[in-house]
């Protein structure tokens, strides 16, 4: 088993995450390594790592060159782990090491993909969670995946899984869609979040704020769509217009120069969005192919392979 934690500027949490994970892993008999991916911390972080490498050969650490952010820091531990089942969790004790054991009898019941849902945040405020929720209401609407609401990147996954997710090599990344979207046999496992143990979260309004926009657009088309419908919308109206503005001409009540002023501003103007709807399918499509997605996976084959 693989335990995947990337960690920013977390010096005062390092030490009880590892405390608490270890003796989480004592009582399970089974081989582990705790994989922690430094995403270019400023703090002691490396120190402390650099320290835990050489007193406990379970821990690993991968140090990154610069801060990457959370999902790609948890990419890079997850390519690099090597058992056959991989857990992927926060440094800072809000993803309880207490509940790894549950995470590993399920994957031993036969899930291929435990996925945790918070239930409640104490640390978080009434805004946090008003607009987590309607968040995951747009997403949900928006996008052909369903993305557990209150999911977080604390979870199980087969290492069959793992080998599919390495061939998603998307950049911007919102991994629990992806994993959403990756199939297999998924089950959720509630949980409460506590608060920090130590330190402050490393997410500001603003990076939350792209992470949210990352999720829309790494799994939705619908804002680009938005613009052909209102193309067509718009279009549909200026020939109404168009209709209108021939009638007030025919019957004279029109000023000399409104109706040809008239006419060209409607038909531009519909013509115009209807076309920028169009080039948004392209480029819906353009980014359907740059993500370079596998086309297809298998979760099983059957039968004996023929020479
Ligand atoms: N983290 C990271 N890179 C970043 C930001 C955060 O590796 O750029 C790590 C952080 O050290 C922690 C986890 O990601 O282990 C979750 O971050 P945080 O607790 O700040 O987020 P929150 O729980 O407030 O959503
Ligand atoms: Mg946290």
Known sequence: MSI??????????????????????AGLDMD???????????????LILSRLTQQD???????????????????????????????TMDGDLQHPP????????????????????????DDAGFLKRLTSKWYYIILNAMSPVHITPGGSDFRLIDKRV????????????????????IGYKQTTLSFIAPRRYAGKSKFSGRKMLHFALDGITAFSKTPLRISFYVGLLSG??????????????????????????????????????IFMGIIGEYIGRIFEEVKQRPLYWLRAELGQKKD
């Not at 030490?15 to 608490?20: A, L």
């Not at 379970?58 to 790609?72: C, D, E, M, S, Y």
Request: net charge negative; glycine share 8%.
């Open 32 to 46: 582990y390594e705790i994989i922690f991916v430094d995403d270019g911390s400023k703090d002691t972080t490396p």
């Open 98 to 121: 207490a509940m790894i054991p549950d995470l590993v009898q399920k994957w031993r019941e036969g899930y291929d993909v435990v996925q945790t849902v918070r239930k409640a945040t």
């Open 236 to 273: 549909l109206l200026s020939v109404l217009m168009i209709i209108h503005v021939l009638y007030c001409h025919i019957t004279g009540q029109a000023a000399p120069g409104w109706t040809t002023t008239m006419i060209v501003v409607c038909l531009m103007g519909g013509l115009q969005l």
């Open 162 to 181: 793992l080998e599919t997710f390495m061939r998603f090599r998307e950049h911007d990344r919102f991994i629990r869609g992806m994993i959403g979207d």
């Open 57 to 87: 050969a379970h821990v690993r650490a991968l140090i990154l060159a610069r801060n990457f952010g959370h999902q790609l820091a948890i990419t890079c531990g997850m390519d690099h782990a090597k058992g056959d089942a991989i857990i």
């Open 4 to 25: 995947v934690v990337p960690v920013y500027n977390e010096q005062l949490n390092i030490e009880k995450f590892y405390e608490e994970a270890t003796k989480a892993v």
